[in-house]
């Protein structure tokens, strides 16, 4: 039995309702491992949790999805894995707790990190360079010369879906917050950004796919950007809603919504799309090959520690942040 730190949530609410409290951790049962971590990934589904958009366990209950670390201690039953192995993990069996010093995890949920890549890089990819995989190889299976939107194009997962279809050869239209943020979507592979403050998004789009629309929309914002996304794609096209940073989308009216162009809907989740180790194991893998090869550079943001996740999700809620958020512990 050892002692350890970790945020935990009482009551949904704002973000002043986690609360960093003193937990003892047993040793790993048949199949864990213990793991004290080095880098804590942030992500927006955190919010969700933290706010009640997202379900969570009865509470009291942890918060966080997403880290890397090392094994301290392995438990009976564990084959592969030792102490001392760099290891990484994101939306796992295991549940909600990345927010701690340290903690139980099955070995199963665990990735080893390559030789290669810096620990910081692997808390920060799973969860969003694995959207970005099922998004564009599963949910729509992008190829060269297809048009989509995205929404939070500046984001953790937008400047991650740039890159990655500019190397597929589709051109991406990035949409974001404020101009401030123009030039990050500009330098993540994006062909045309559009900012909400000063543009007609709707009018910008239609004319660069001359009156057509795009093949598929991409939006994680949710409220305040559906509508936009609903009229921007092309007959019998896709929208996919895969997050909801300003609030669920608006009920969607079959008949009044459905008849402009007869658009597919797809709510998109990881937890639906990793149904398995060795899925998301192989989405590792396809994500770790393309940070390997140079197709996808991040824009790590580190600019605050795992005891910063009050003002973490403050500054997120609040759209002030750029980037991937990777919190050291």
Known sequence: MRKTKAVVLHKNGDADQMIWEEINLPDPDHGQVLLKHEFVGFNMIDVYHRSGIYPTPSKPCFLG????????????????LNIGDRVAYAGSSSGLGSYSYSRLMNADDLIIIPDWMRSEVA?????????VEYLFNRTYKLQKGDRLLFNAAAGGVGQIAGQWAAFIGATAIGIVGNMDKEKFARNSGYKHVFNMQDHDIVKEVMAITEGAGVDVVYDSIGKTTWDISLSVVK???????????????????VAKDGVKNSAYIHRATMVNYMTSPEIGKKSAESVFEMIKNGSINLNLNMDYHLDDIVTVHQDAEARKTIGQIVMKV
């Open 235 to 253: 007959k019998l096209g896709l929208v996919v809603s895969f997050g909801s940073a300003s609030g669920n989308p608006p009920l969607y009216d």
């Open 65 to 80: 999805t997403e880290a890397s670390g090392i094994i301290e201690q392995v438990g009976p039953g564990v084959k592969n």
């Open 123 to 131: 808390a920060a990819i799973l969860t969003k360079g694995r959207t």
